[in-house]
């Protein structure tokens, strides 16, 4: 199954719902101290998943950990001092070609999108495919 999001400035992407986390969902109506917002992350050929971060950083590392990261990751034998470390393990990463974006969530727009978040919240799923 295909899930539109809209992110911010209007542009849209299309994710298969298996590359959209569910790891540490904030509704727009919660209480969000830490600024925790969904991030669609992407590179030359696409867009690659989307997780729930309070940063840039750790949304990188967030998709590598979810297993969604392929995309950025090289072998150690190509890497430089110039070579992001991401996710818990410090994989290699080339970010050169990628980019980042944080998705729109609006209650009146996106009421769908934000019930099967809740959904895959209560069943403790580990991404929007249930």
């Given amino acids: 199954m ?3 999001l809209t992110l911010k400035g209007d ?3 299309e994710l298969e719902a298996e590359r959209i986390a569910c790891n540490n969902i904030i509704l727009p109506w919660e209480s969000n101290y830490h600024g925790v917002k969904l991030y669609v992350i992407g590179n030359e050929y696409g867009a690659l998943g989307a997780v729930w971060a309070e ?3 750790d949304a990188f590392d967030e ?3 979810q297993g969604m990261g392929d995309g950025l990751l090289i072998e150690d034998d190509e890497a430089n001092e110039e070579i992001a470390r991401l996710g818990n393990a ?3 990463a080339d970010l050169t070609h990628a980019w980042i974006q944080s998705v729109r ?4 727009l996106d009421c769908r999108l934000l019930c099967a978040f809740a959904e895959a919240r209560g069943n403790n799923s580990k991404n929007l495919d249930r």
């Avoid at 969530?105 to 009146?108: A, G, I, N, V």
């Fill in 90 to 92: 410090g994989e290699s």
């Fill in 2 to 4: 295909k899930v539109k």
């Fill in 105 to 108: 969530l609006d209650e009146k």
């Fill in 55 to 57: 940063h840039e950083q």
């Fill in 63 to 65: 998709l590598v950990d």
């Fill in 11 to 13: 542009r849209e992407v």
